[in-house]
């Protein structure tokens, strides 16, 4: 069993950064991927970001692309996403997610471990 636990999440203003963390408990996390999903009130979880396992391989969706940056430690086993130049759309709970030896999975599907999440609102 893995436990994954975010934080850093917060209030920002349109334009602002925030990073946010993802620890897990597990030694073997250089094993695993993990991916960035998030979810706003009354919308499904959506895909934001990925790291692959081993030699990493990032993904990202289209609305985050340019702007989000997802990358990891594993001697601290943990998963960062900076997220810069934040719009009002991109205010909801992050959640991230981990596959053991998964590739590049963007569906909440292909994860077997989730965190509780992190709350991040926007103000316009």
């Known amino acids: 069993q893995v436990q994954l636990v975010e934080s850093g999440g917060g209030l920002v203003q349109t334009g602002g950064s925030l990073r946010l963390s993802c620890a897990a408990s597990?030694?073997?996390?250089?094993?695993?991927?993990v991916g960035w999903f998030r979810q706003a009130p009354g919308k499904e979880r959506e895909f934001v970001a990925t790291?692959?396992?081993?030699?990493?391989?990032?993904f990202y969706a289209d609305s985050v692309k340019g702007r989000f940056t997802i990358s990891r430690d594993n001697a601290k086993s943990t998963v960062y996403l900076q997220m810069n130049s934040l719009k009002p759309e991109d205010a909801a709970v992050y959640y991230c997610?981990?596959?053991?030896?998964?590739?590049?999975?963007?569906?909440?599907?292909?994860?077997?471990?989730w965190g509780q999440g992190t709350q991040v609102t926007v103000s316009s």
């Open positions: 597990t030694r073997a996390f250089s094993r695993y991927s």
């Open positions: 997610a981990a596959a053991f030896q998964g590739a590049v999975i963007t569906t909440t599907t292909g994860y077997t471990y």
């Open positions: 790291i692959s396992w081993g030699v990493p391989r990032t």
